[in-house]
């Protein structure tokens, strides 16, 4: 089955950096597309980025552009977000996603919020202190 495993969250001061990475396993990596969001506790989840099976076309939210990067390495099976320039406003819960429509329309359609993804990580927590 899918599987997709979050690291690397932790407790970082605003201006800092951290990288995320999710290992994904069950499925064939470099058929889907992948993304991270984030969500805080009473708030609806919120999308950061996507990226689609190739890695060549990345999509970021307002919010993370200039400051967070999305990447993937198909060989490892593994998807990454490089957070620099952190700010309180970034602690959330971070989620990796997954999903085999993997194309430039539907990826594009999940960073403007129109369509969801299908496969969920548990999260990794990342708290930046002001």
């Known amino acids: 089955q899918v599987q997709l495993v979050e690291s690397g969250g932790g407790l970082v001061q605003a201006g800092g950096s951290l990288r995320l990475s999710c290992e994904a396993s069950?499925?064939?990596?470099?058929?889907?597309?992948m993304g991270w969001f984030r969500q805080v506790p009473g708030r609806e989840r919120e999308f950061v980025a996507i990226i689609n099976w190739s890695g060549d076309t990345t999509y970021y939210s307002d919010s993370v552009t200039g400051r967070f990067t999305i990447s993937r390495d198909n060989v490892r099976n593994t998807v990454g977000l490089q957070m620099n320039s952190l700010r309180a406003e970034d602690s959330a819960v971070y989620y990796c996603?997954?999903?085999?429509?993997?194309?430039?329309?539907?990826?594009?359609?999940?960073?403007?919020?129109?369509?969801?993804?299908?496969?969920w990580g548990k999260g990794t927590l990342v708290t930046v202190s002001s």
């Open positions: 996603a997954g999903d085999p429509r993997s194309g430039g329309p539907f990826i594009r359609a999940v960073a403007r919020g129109s369509q969801n993804m299908g496969y």
């Open positions: 069950g499925f064939i990596f470099d058929n889907y597309a």
